[in-house]
């Protein structure tokens, strides 16, 4: 009897084992861990991109498995595009980077290297009347350099980078000559050999705006119409990063948070949504707000926003400040701070609604190719902070 006990003992450990073999090396499924892992796989989430069509198929799946029905915002958005962009001079033609919102341009003229840094005086100094100007980046925005170029009858600009590096810029508004970044590798002896004398030179800057189509995705319950409750995060990313921290962190915490919140009553009270287009302008986030109706805004009591919380230690919160007041309640060492960062909790407070924004910022690897793993343990602690808050907001007993 004895013996076959231990004989039973013997196979059921090793049947037991032998069922989680493959999954032994594996991360659990339906863990904010694998959940990133998986999204991160797909690559960047740029807007309109398959990766980010990847990712919806996810978030989509995972949300219905922990009970929800999704829905999708779509929405439309012009996003600039350079098209390639070149200096030539004599024989050598150099490639650059039209500056974000810079017109297309074709022109040949002289070029002309204007000193300092591009202020007025400077431009003054030398005769740019129809000519393309080329002027070093630095000590004041692309956007007066460009001003001030145009002010004095310049047909096109070049800025060339204070560093060897390729220039990449935006300009705060529309212009209305072409302007193009130049590397400092390539650009400084243009600018040398230009101030010497004007150099006979083709600026060709070709840049459109493309109708990028972004999609919110959005879960809850099939009664729940009017939320009080509505947790979000952006879920795309900018180009070239697979953005595990910036933001698939974010998304994730707000799917943990879906499937805790799924056991409790709570849930009739709740709306879930993954934001796109957060990376091009709070995109996302904007045309949910623009097309909620007023009641539907009116009525949420707390808009709670997730955005790069998987890498520092320390969790910041912003926004209302009876929800910051609540976030410290559920954690002490939370630290408040008065400026949020651009994210999508701002068109939520711009219309009115309460709302509250984790995040831990300082990621060396923000917005760069390398922002590829989080630490498990901050979207944790990160998804118990916000479930303490939701207690402490709605199920206390003074909520009315
Ligand atoms: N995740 C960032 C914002 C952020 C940065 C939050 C640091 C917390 C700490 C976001 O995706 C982003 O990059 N936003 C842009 C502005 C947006 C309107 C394009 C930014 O902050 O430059
Ligand atoms: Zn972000």
Redesign the pocket.
């Known amino acids: 009897m004895r013996l076959l006990t231990a004989r039973f003992w013997w196979w059921a450990v090793l049947g037991l084992l032998l069922v989680c073999m493959p999954t032994l090396g594996t991360l659990a499924p339906n863990s904010a861990a694998a959940d990133v892992q998986a999204l991160v796989a797909f690559g960047s989430r740029v807007p309109g991109t398959p990766a980010s069509e990847q990712a919806r198929t996810y978030l989509i799946r995972e949300y219905r498995q922990a009970g929800y029905v999704t829905e999708l915002g779509t929405f439309t958005y012009p996003k600039f595009e350079d098209l390639g962009s070149t200096l030539a001079v004599g024989s050598v033609t150099i490639k650059g980077h039209a500056l974000d919102r810079s017109p297309s341009g074709q022109l040949s003229a002289l070029l002309v290297a204007v000193p300092g840094v591009g202020r007025l005086d400077d431009f003054m100094a030398v005769e740019v009347k129809g000519a393309i100007a080329i002027v070093r980046r630095g000590e004041i925005s692309f956007s007066e350099k460009v001003r001030n170029a145009a002010a004095v009858g310049a047909v096109g600009l070049v800025i060339v980078n204070t560093e060897p590096k390729e220039l990449l810029g935006m300009l705060d508004g529309e212009v209305n000559i072409p302007v193009l970044g130049l590397s400092g590798a390539q650009g400084e002896p243009l600018l040398k050999e230009a101030s010497t004398e004007p150099l006979k030179a083709s600026l060709n800057v070709n840049t459109h705006l493309k109708t990028v189509t972004g999609q919110n995705i959005i879960a809850h319950l099939p009664d729940v119409k009017q939320p009080k409750l509505l947790l979000g995060a952006?879920y795309d990313s900018?180009p070239k990063s697979p953005g595990a921290n910036?933001?698939a962190s974010g998304t994730v915490v707000v799917l943990e948070l879906a499937r805790h919140l799924a056991d409790t009553p709570l849930v009739h009270q709740a709306w879930f949504v993954a934001f796109d287009g957060?990376?091009?302008?709070?995109q996302g986030s904007k045309a949910f707000v623009n097309t909620a109706k007023p009641h539907f805004l009116s009525n949420l009591q707390a808009m709670l926003n997730f955005?790069?919380v998987g890498v520092n230690d320390q969790l910041f919160v912003g926004g209302t400040e009876s929800l910051t007041a609540l976030a410290q309640k559920a954690d002490s060492k939370i630290s408040k701070i008065r400026d949020t960062?651009?994210?999508d909790h701002k068109p939520f407070a711009t219309a009115g609604v309460p709302v509250l924004f984790f995040?831990r910022?300082q990621d060396p690897n923000?917005?760069t190719p390398e922002d590829t793993v989080v630490d498990p343990k901050l979207l944790e602690a990160t998804t118990q902070i916000a479930q303490s808050v939701i207690q402490f907001r709605f199920e206390s007993p003074t909520d009315s």
């Open positions: 952006h900018v910036d933001n957060e990376e091009d302008g709070l955005d790069m960062g651009g994210s995040y910022g923000y917005h």
